[in-house]
Structure formats: structure tokens, C-alpha cells
């Protein structure tokens, strides 16, 4: 009972600062005196936070999400070794993750899928994929064909880091900063980390997901369609770039499961 409770309390924190802002009223709870105890609660929650971006993106791609101030930590992506899977590759990430705290783990696209890999290897509280997919049954159909005829085998690494209005269109954007961010993203990484992340996407094979898995997904997302994704979150008219130009519904998605 106090557990829920408490809860109740944080979620009414968490409503107060999204309608009013970290001050709010003066006759809010916030000046109740008890800002001061969900703040600590929601230090602990934050600090036990694990971030991991999408492919070819590092922690800015974070930097429009609202953490209240603070300030979670972020996985580091590390070069994939020779003929390496993507379990073993997620097993040799949690080496930056301290498994003793209640973890969250919190992944955008590709990222969304290592998380999934990642929980099974380690106790987690909750998973959060935003604009990924948890089961090998959401990918398109396309996808399938592309593994199956080893299409990119035909690619040359050097030319996936190019951008190009191709890109920008199933990324879903189209403010020239946005497209910026993403050329900047694909020049900064290293072509054949794309390739080997792109056929480990096409790859997995994953049927089952825990129950702790949060899933939020724009309804306009091109890579993975929304028609396809199951039990999810929607953020309306989101694409797959939504954790920039739709920070702001996403940080209050994020609220609300966090204090669940």
C-alpha cells in the first residue's frame, strides 16, 4: 500500500513539473513539503538509467529528452570484432552497466534492440525501446529478402556513411538542422560498424520479449512501420528521428513509465 502510494505521489510530481515547470505553483505539492524526498527518489530512478543511441548516433542523440535535470548514464558503442554476434556483442557492453542497482535500460532504434539483448544476460527493472522493434516478427517483410539475397554484401561500408535524401526520408525528417545531425551521425561513424550492425538487424531473431519491455513508437516511423509493431506506445505522426523533433511528448512517456 505505501509502495503505491509512493508512487501516486511521484506521478503527481512528475504531472506538476510537466504542466507548471521545475518551480511550479506555490500551493502545489511541490511546496508541500515533499519535493525534497521524490527528488531523491527520482535521483535514484535517474542514476540507475542506462542509455543506448541508435546506429551511427552517440549520447546527443539524447539532448532534447528531458531528465529533470539530471543526468543518466550512457553506453559507449565499441568496435565489433571479426564474424562477431550481435549476443556477444551485447554481453561484451554490459561490462559498463553496474548490475548491481535496479537497472533501466533505455534504447533508441538499434540501440532498442542491444537492450533487448542486453536483459538477457542481467537483472533489469525495465526495458524502454523507442522507434526499435522487440521481436523479429515486427521487421518488414523486405527486410527478410534483403538478408536472404545478402544485398548488402553488394554495398561498399565507405558508402553507408553518405547521406542522402533517401535517408532523410525514411529517417523522417526534413528541417535542414535535423538532416545536419543525421550527416554529421553517419560521418563520425565507422562504415563497417554500419554494415555489421545493419546485417545483425536483419539477422535477429528474436520471438519472446519480458514483460518488463516498454515499447514507444511513432505512428509515421518508415524504417520499422507502425502497422507492424505490437503493444506499443504511439506517438502520433513520429518518425523515426522522433527522439529529437519529438523530445518533448517523449519525455513525457517517459515520466509516466518511470514512476510505474
Request: aromatic share 12%.
Amino acid at each position: 500500500m505505501i509502495q503505491h502510494m509512493q508512487y501516486l505521489f511521484d506521478y503527481a510530481y512528475f504531472f506538476v513539473i510537466s504542466v507548471f515547470g521545475r518551480n511550479g505553483p506555490k500551493d502545489s505539492l511541490l511546496s508541500a513539503g515533499y519535493s525534497l524526498k521524490v527528488t531523491k527518489e527520482i535521483k535514484i530512478i535517474m542514476n540507475n538509467i542506462y542509455l543506448i543511441s541508435g546506429l551511427g548516433a552517440d549520447e546527443s542523440v539524447f539532448r532534447n529528452i528531458d531528465f529533470l535535470g539530471e543526468h543518466p548514464r550512457h553506453i559507449t558503442w565499441i568496435d565489433p570484432e571479426d564474424n562477431e554476434s550481435l549476443e556477444d556483442y551485447s554481453k561484451r557492453l554490459i561490462e559498463q552497466v553496474d548490475s548491481k542497482n535496479e537497472l533501466i535500460l533505455i534504447g533508441v532504434s538499434f540501440g532498442g534492440i542491444i537492450a533487448s539483448e542486453m536483459a538477457k544476460h542481467i537483472p533489469v527493472k525495465k526495458i524502454i525501446i523507442i522507434s526499435s522493434i522487440k521481436s523479429s516478427l515486427e521487421k518488414p517483410f523486405i527486410y527478410r529478402i534483403i538478408s536472404f539475397m545478402k544485398l548488402l554484401n553488394l554495398i561498399p561500408s565507405c558508402l553507408l556513411k553518405i547521406y542522402n535524401p533517401i535517408l532523410a526520408y525514411f529517417f523522417g525528417i526534413s528541417s535542414l538542422e535535423d538532416k545536419e545531425l543525421l550527416r554529421n551521425f553517419l560521418s563520425r561513424t565507422d562504415g563497417k560498424f554500419i554494415k555489421w550492425a545493419l546485417k545483425s538487424i536483419l539477422k535477429w531473431d528474436n520471438q519472446k520479449y519480458s514483460n518488463n519491455l516498454i515499447h514507444i513508437h511513432g505512428t509515421n516511423d518508415r524504417l520499422f512501420p507502425f502497422r507492424l509493431i505490437g503493444q506499443a506506445v504511439p506517438i502520433a505522426d513520429g518518425g523515426h528521428f522522433m527522439i529529437l523533433n519529438k523530445a518533448g511528448e517523449i519525455s513525457l512517456k517517459l515520466r509516466e513509465i518511470l514512476v510505474k
